[in-house]
């Protein structure tokens, strides 16, 4: 799971929300919204002038002097015990002596910049002082730091510290300036100037470093002394790699030098790593010290070794147990990781994961025993031994007395209970979670709407056929609010009698009634997927019950009433009265230029809106016509992630000038520096630029990339930032020019990407990230298989044809984790149609999107990556889905590429697709090899 999508889900149930709108209440009062420190409430002075950016105030002189650009700026931590202080001793210091200085303006938003996944690089810093130069840096920190001295605040590990006080320093960037990030991703990020006055990123990596061509003043030399004292090699414990990082510490693997055993050591920074109750990280060590210590002997949780102090950092050193956590074995073992499982694997695993079930159950129980809740159950926190028959529990950081217990102050989204559930009925709600779970790892949909418990049990008793009903019927009873899970009914097929409970705990209420999953609703003309548990393991994955029996507005595979009820989710979500985005999507939409793109932004849903003939939303055309007269600065120049995909966009709905007016303010850039890929680079680029008539512009991005042979290798592979999407431009240029040298560029380019593939145990090419094999449309190998289709129109190559073959397997697996376009299951749906795949095969996909669909005001939509909120995006959400299913299921009817704003629809109905990825003509033929592109210097 991504730890960054957490705090993006603080602000709105449905949707991922910027942290930022918490403290968006209006200066000067403190109803209404987020309390205001008394700072931030005061009249702005006479010269001065205020203003909200994120969570920032700032605060800066009309008439003084002109600051640098860059430089040694002061950054000051406080806790939310003191912010208050600190915001009124900042102002008090620098408004009379004219220092510029911001902000965060409230307890709320700074709780978030502190809390447990809160970024490293930006934790602790509350406020921000612009120094003209050394001497006034100098100055500010002898004399603010000495009105700030014992004054507690969270580490800021990018910063060296001034002295033992809340003051620290880094030299960075003053004002807001981009450029191109050097890892070859073409995307734009924070810059300042190197000494040969070219922009370099500015790195804010949470560790301090110094740019190399800037000298440290000597009189913070002691500092750089002090903190390169403090060091690990006095330690009785060797520490050889770390095993996690949040902003409240790290969790390291290690030895133990005098015994040589094995033990894990975890770190905890005081005032840093907030859960929702205020615990710092140190206090929540101290909880799960206290918890284990409570737990000593029953071999449910690791044992207590040490507990020392380093560096003002408290460290725990536990026993190293051995095993996996369970959340490892989904890729291992999941039967449904597969394109026809097998009957006898399904079964197989079935037995495994019950009985992995009831020693959770047993652990879990052995701790209530000592009347601890653990309070933040989930299958990360699940330690399988080598043996996978029993199982152990980490992470007792929120293990709270039975007695003590108010709640949950952290856990994991898809485990998460509700608000009303106290003391042990909050791990027996993750219990029951966790019955979904292993089986549909899909629970983090239950915090949109829990009436998704149903369905999600509807298709586990599809696809396992030898689960018992009342198994799965009593964990949706208790996730919607029954009875506490029986242990009992764990058997070796989740049968047994439900027993009662605890009568105490039970509630009495109408979702104790019994719970009936429902048989599938299969389309038209297939065969029941619902027998007896003896039968073999289903053939296709079609579990469209829910929508049958009215929990879904429409089925995916019922278009256009599907489109239709898409259409209207899309168009409920907008919010054209805000600036920073049209549609609720991805959290990447919050950077910036987000919110305008083809990926995240309202270009991606305008387009796919126009690609499968809804009528034109005109208000949301305005909105992106506005907000790029001129683009907010800093936004990115590419294809998906920024103005070149606006400006495609744009030109698909007809405002053909104003496309080619912000293609210009792209040319007017330093685009030549971009990275290779589609996403954000050259390639994307180079398409855009072909398609506006911009000819010679597009085979100058040509012949950088053909300058570029070894472009893509060792970053990533795929459509969007692989090696692929280059060859997709090569391939698109070739049919225009007929240079047949680009189809050796586009052969060279494809054989790199595939030389980042494996194969999976059944043959099916994969690309190979490492930890796991991805196969999307975005980022795996489904992306280099469409590319290969379409230069296999042009020449014959076995090789690649091979490929091709080895890949489509990768388009038919049972189960993938998420709905989207470029990383879920849509994305299969849009390759298995433009490479037209066999009708049952594509009808499999389209109907096992029902999955993760949830109504929407009545209408049908899908989450977004994580599947903790719902997406409009075209990338990751709802827009992704309706091109998806727009290309399988029916041709576009709206306004055709160019035409005017408000023109009839083009005559030539099409189905819809991608940019610059139609489908593919029917059958391939072979062209001749010719020579390589001319690079500029041979010209």
Not at 624 to 632: H, M
Not at 647 to 670: F, N
Not at 827 to 851: T, Y
Request: glycine residues 10%; charged residues 25%; hydrophobic residues 40%.
């Amino acid at each position: 799971m991504d730890k960054r999508y957490e705090v993006f889900c603080l602000s709105d149930r449905i949707f991922y929300e910027t942290p930022d709108r918490l403290s968006s209440a209006p200066m000067g009062s403190r109803s209404g919204g987020v309390p205001l420190f008394e700072a931030a409430l005061r009249p702005v002075p006479e010269g001065w002038r205020r203003f909200l950016s994120g969570d920032w105030l700032h605060l800066s002189p009309d008439n003084a002097p002109a600051r640098p650009l860059q430089g040694w700026k002061i950054h000051v931590s406080a806790c939310l015990d003191n912010a208050e202080k600190a915001a009124a001793r900042v102002w008090d210091y620098c408004v009379p002596r004219s220092v510029p200085f911001k902000f965060v303006p409230g307890r709320q938003p700074l709780h978030l910049r502190n809390s447990k996944y809160a970024g490293r690089g930006s934790s602790g810093k509350f406020a921000t002082i612009y120094p003209a130069d050394e001497a006034e840096l100098r100055l500010i920190l002898e004399e603010l730091g000495g009105e700030l001295a014992g004054e507690p605040g969270p580490y800021i590990l990018t910063d060296l510290r001034w002295q033992d006080g809340p003051l620290y320093v880094r030299y960075g960037g003053f004002a807001k300036r981009h450029c191109v990030d050097a890892d070859g991703s073409g995307a734009l990020v924070p810059a300042i100037e190197n000494a040969d006055g070219v922009l370099v990123p500015d790195r804010r990596d949470p560790v301090f470093q110094l740019p190399d061509w800037v000298t440290l003043p000597s009189f913070l030399e002691p500092q750089l002394a002090a903190r390169n004292a403090t060091t690990t090699g006095d330690l009785p414990y060797l520490i050889e790699r770390a095993l996690h990082f949040s902003n409240g510490g790290g969790v390291y693997a290690g030895t133990d030098r005098r015994t040589g055993e094995q033990v894990v050591l975890k770190e905890a920074r005081p005032y840093a790593g907030l859960a929702a109750d205020g615990a710092d990280a140190v206090r929540r060590l101290e909880r799960e010290k206290t918890a284990l210590e409570l737990l000593s002997g029953l071999g449910v949780a690791p044992g207590v070794r040490d507990w020392f102090t380093l560096g003002d950092h408290r460290f725990l050193v536990m026993d190293f147990l051995p095993g996996r956590t369970l959340n490892s074995f989904f890729a291992q073992r999941h039967p449904l990781l597969a394109v026809q499982p097998d009957a006898g694997a399904v079964a197989e695993y079935t037995r495994w994961a019950l009985r992995i079930l009831r020693s959770v159950e047993e652990a879990v129980a052995a701790v209530h025993g000592r009347g601890l809740v653990f309070n933040d159950l989930h299958m990360f926190n699940i330690m399988v031994d080598p043996d996978e028959t029993s199982v152990r529990l980490l992470d007792f950081e929120a293990a709270t007395p039975v007695s003590e217990h108010r709640g949950q102050a952290m856990a994991h989204p898809g485990f998460v209970a509700p608000a009303d559930r106290e003391g042990f009925e909050v791990d027996h709600y993750a219990l029951a979670c966790l019955r979904l779970a292993l089986f549909v790892p899909m629970t983090t949909l239950l915090v949109v709407d829990r009436a998704k418990a149903s369905h999600l049990a509807e298709v586990a008793a599809e696809q396992f056929p030898d689960l018992r009903r009342d198994f799965l019927e009593e964990a949706v009873r208790v996730i919607r609010g029954g009875a506490v899970p029986s242990p009992d009914a764990v058997g070796p097929a989740g049968g047994g009698t439900p027993a009662a409970g605890d009568a105490s705990r039970r509630r009495e209420s109408s979702a104790d009634a019994p719970v009936a999953l429902r048989a599938a609703d299969a389309p038209a003309g297939a065969a029941p997927t619902r027998a007896a548990p003896t039968r073999a393991a289903p053939t296709r994955a079609a579990p469209t019950g829910a929508a049958a029996a009215g929990y879904l507005p429409a089925s995916p595979h019922d278009w256009p009433a599907s489109r239709d009820s898409m259409v209207r989710a899309i168009l409920a979500s907008a919010t054209p009265e805000r600036a920073d985005r049209l549609f609720p999507g991805d959290i990447a939409q919050f950077a910036d230029g987000g919110g305008l793109g083809v990926a995240h932004g309202a270009a991606g849903v305008l387009y796919a809106l126009a690609e499968t003939g809804a009528a034109r939303y005109e208000t949301g055309e305005q909105w992106l016509l506005d907000r790029v007269q001129p683009p907010p600065d800093g936004t990115p120049l590419g294809l998906y992630d920024g103005l070149a995909g606006v400006a495609h966009v744009l030109d698909r709905l007809g405002h053909r000038e104003r496309a080619h007016e912000l293609i210009g303010r792209v040319l007017d850039e330093k685009w030549q520096r971009l990275g290779a890929d589609l996403h954000g680079g050259l390639a994307g680029l180079g398409l855009v630029l072909h398609q506006l008539g911009l000819h010679d512009e597009a085979l100058e991005a040509a012949r950088i990339l053909a300058e570029r042979p070894d472009a893509g290798r060792g970053k990533p592979a795929g459509l969007l930032r692989g090696a692929s999407g280059p060859a997709l431009f090569f391939l698109r240029l070739y049919e225009s020019t007929r240079d047949p040298a680009l189809l050796d560029h586009a052969s060279r380019a494809l054989r790199r990407d595939l030389a980042r593939c494996v194969r999976d145990r059944t043959g099916t090419l994969l690309v190979d990230e490492g930890a796991r094999s991805m196969p999307y449309l975005g980022t795996g190998s489904v992306g280099i298989g469409a590319v290969i289709d379409d230069y296999l129109v042009h020449r014959h190559d076995d090789e690649l044809a091979e490929a091709r073959q080895a890949i489509l397997p990768a388009a038919r697996l049972r189960y993938y984790a998420q709905p989207g376009l470029f990383n879920g299951r849509a994305g299969m749906v849009l390759h298995l149609a433009r490479s037209r795949a066999p009708r049952s095969q594509l009808d499999a996909q389209i109907a096992a999107l029902a999955w993760y669909a949830v109504p929407y005001k009545g209408q049908l939509a899908f989450p977004g990556d994580q599947m903790m909120r719902l997406s409009m995006d075209l990338a990751t959400g709802t827009a992704g889905v309706l091109l998806a299913l727009g290309s399988a299921s029916g041709p576009a009817s709206g306004p055709a590429p160019g035409s005017a704003p408000g023109s009839a629809p083009g005559e030539g109905e099409r189905p819809a697709r991608l940019p610059f990825l139609p489908p593919p003509p029917a059958a391939p033929h072979t062209a001749p090899k010719g020579r390589a592109v001319k690079s500029s210097n041979e010209q």
